[in-house]
């Protein structure tokens, strides 16, 4: 059972989620703004938000911005629409995955257990590559002796491109292996994800020496 933070404008979508996440055996508080949300989110601690894109105010996107300043908390985004800056958006401002409305509720809730089960411990080893050291055991990573603050996707893909150094990785093995996809479309979570991870990790982001690019084919970490 997951602790969760619903926010959902619509009435009616916001009381069929709830009580359909109910069910699966979660623990749901729902909100329908963002400013409601954000106050929720400092009292009750959950481990995961669900936030609808198109809310008053301030809308999800923002809201998971906001997040992202200084909270590691997993993000799943609710977009009506499944092609367009809306979601390249949400996934440039920290949101682990998204979910196209109208949601069934069953899908929904294997991407929450999907993205709660990123951060679980995977292998016993620590490796250093320059100044930055990835730690299997405490699930670490420090840059220069300084912890960098990942989410779990974040630190899930970063396991997993760092488990196989010198290899070359598809996206479509990333989407699985991480986000425990299977549709191509959604390649675009494993970019803005990378995108996110290097702004972390590498000196200069834009000339990234630890997390490289293979042209038409995927990603490949450094070897040691």
């Known amino acids: 059972m997951a602790k969760i933070l619903l926010v959902e404008d619509d009435p009616s979508a916001r009381a069929g989620l709830e009580m359909a996440l109910t069910r699966q055996g979660h623990g749901v508080t729902a909100r329908a703004t963002g400013e409601d949300g954000l106050g929720a989110l400092r009292a009750l601690r959950p481990e995961i938000a669900i936030l609808d894109v198109m809310l008053p105010g301030i809308d999800g996107i923002e809201v998971c911005r906001r997040i992202r300043r200084d909270d590691t908390l997993p993000v799943i985004l609710l977009t009506a629409r499944g092609d367009d800056l809306d979601v390249v958006l949400g996934l440039e401002a920290g949101a682990d995955d998204y979910v196209i409305k109208p949601v069934e509720p069953r899908v929904l809730d294997a991407r929450i257990r999907a993205v709660l089960r990123r951060a679980e411990q995977s292998g016993l080893d620590r490796s250093v590559h320059g100044d930055l050291v990835i730690d299997r055991t405490s699930l670490r990573v420090t840059k220069a002796g300084t912890d ?38 959604d390649s675009r979570l494993v970019d803005a994800c990378v995108q996110r991870v290097r702004a972390k990790i590498e000196d200069d982001p834009a000339d990234p020496r630890l997390i490289e690019t293979v042209r038409g084919f995927g990603y490949r970490f450094a070897a040691p």
């Open 148 to 185: 960098l603050r990942l989410t779990p996707t974040e630190l899930r893909l970063l396991l997993e491109l760092a488990r196989r150094p010198g290899h070359a990785l598809t996206r479509r093995h990333l989407l699985a292996a991480v986000w425990e996809h299977t549709y191509p479309g």
